[in-house]
């Protein structure tokens, strides 16, 4: 599934991809079936979604509420998975999920990635799992060729080759501190730190945390192997609700010519 991943990247002309990120279940998980839909149809390469968790310490307001929403709505993981069965249905688009240590190991590491595999899930992002940590699931996730997507912020300069040389499927560069959500504008200085991953891996490097507009993806793109939204399409599934799905895909398919022409 790792191979699944780069062609999502070598897929494009100029070899970038555009990663998308929706909360299962908000509003409810028929919605998230359609909008997972839109989004492969509007052109996203990869599809990140989030198992809602009580406290998604990574995520800023908007994720957080989304979160929230979807709990209350009666979201459960085994719901997100037949949620994803019924995806692959009609799409094979690469597909990640994104959630927290504690909800894989209550539902079991095992159980877990297995069921990423039979249903062609290529990774995880779990970022409240440290580095120093991340063998025990990282482990049994590869046990089911299931990546375990390595996490790069702009203070781990110092770590960066060290977590850059192990990385699988992509890395996920964090723009700037802080959570998730979106911003105005993106300060952090990132080309020195793509440029210290890329002496050490060739794994693809996409940058996420605060993209926002076209102009912003194709200037992060630009520096690295792509962009990744999510604060800004949950916003959409704040405002539109079960409706989102048109906008959705307005929005996807601008920020993908963003995408395209770093």
Do not use: W
Not at 220 to 248: N, Q
């Amino acid at each position: 599934m790792t191979d699944k991943i780069r062609q999502s990247f070598e897929k494009n002309p100029n070899k970038k991809a555009f990663i998308t990120f929706i909360t299962a279940g908000d509003p409810n998980i028929d919605s998230t079936y359609e909008f997972v839909l839109n989004m492969a149809e509007a052109g996203a390469d990869i599809i990140e979604i989030g198992i809602p968790f009580s406290d998604p310490v990574a995520e800023g307001p908007v994720i957080q509420n989304a979160n929230v929403r979807a709990l209350k709505a009666g979201i459960t993981t085994d719901k997100v998975f037949d949620m994803v069965r019924r995806v692959r249905e009609k799409s094979d688009v690469t597909l990640c999920f994104m959630t927290y240590a504690n909800l894989i190991f209550h539902y079991g590491y095992d159980r877990f990635f297995e069921k990423c595999r039979e249903l062609d899930v290529s990774a995880v992002i779990v970022p409240d799992m440290p580095y120093e940590e991340k063998e025990e699931m990282e482990s049994v996730s590869l046990k089911y060729d299931v990546a375990f997507i390595s996490m790069i912020a702009p203070t781990s300069e110092d770590r960066a080759l060290m977590i850059a040389k192990e990385a699988k499927g992509f890395i996920y560069v964090v723009s700037s501190m802080g959570v998730t959500g979106v911003r105005s504008s993106i300060s952090t200085d990132l080309e020195p730190i793509i440029a210290r991953i890329r002496e050490v891996t060739d794994t693809p490097c996409a940058i996420g945390f605060g993209i926002s507009d076209p102009e912003q993806a194709q200037k992060m793109a630009s520096i690295s192997d792509g962009a990744i939204v999510g604060s800004a399409i949950v916003r959409i599934v704040e405002k539109y609700g079960k409706d989102a799905g048109p906008y959705i895909s307005e929005f996807v398919k601008s920020m993908k010519e963003g995408v395209l022409r770093a």
